[in-house]
Nanobody, 124 residues
Framework: QLQLVESGGGFVQPGGSLRLSCAAT????????IGWFRQAPGKEREGVSC????????NYAPSVKGRFTISRDNAKNTVHLQMNSLKPEDTAVYYC?????????????????WGQGTQVTVSS
């Protein structure tokens, strides 16, 4: 069964950190670019960050640049999103998605597989 599974979400105070993981089963991520997206209640899904098949090819939404870092561990078939200096406006369900492409994009079209999402809540 081909699927993506996110983990690492939770509750954190403003200024705190979380590390999300996106693990693939049934296929290898080596040939896929990976995107992280989020959707807050009442809002549209937005792109947060993405990484191409090369670990050096990354993109970030302006709202998270400098705070979030995306990385990939092909040996573990996993992509991580390190989130630092979290703000209440980062609260959302975070999804990872995989696209069979070299370069990534932070728009949510053209992705082949999606995870089920993990909740991130930032609140004092």
């Amino acid at each position: 069964q081909l699927q993506l599974v996110e983990s690492g979400g939770g509750f954190v105070q403003p200024g705190g950190s979380l590390r999300l993981s996106c693990a693939a089963t049934g296929f290898t991520l080596d040939y896929y670019s990976i995107g992280w997206f989020r959707q807050a209640p009442g809002k549209e899904r937005e792109g947060v960050s993405c990484i191409g098949t090369s670990a050096y090819s990354t993109n970030y939404a302006p709202s998270v640049k400098g705070r979030f870092t995306i990385s990939r561990d092909n040996a573990k078939n996993t992509v991580h999103l390190q989130m630092n200096s979290l703000k209440p406006e980062d609260t959302a369900v975070y999804y990872c998605a995989a696209a069979r492409s070299t370069f990534c994009r932070t728009v949510d079209t053209g992705y082949d597989y999606w995870g089920q999402g993990t909740q991130v809540t930032v609140s004092s």
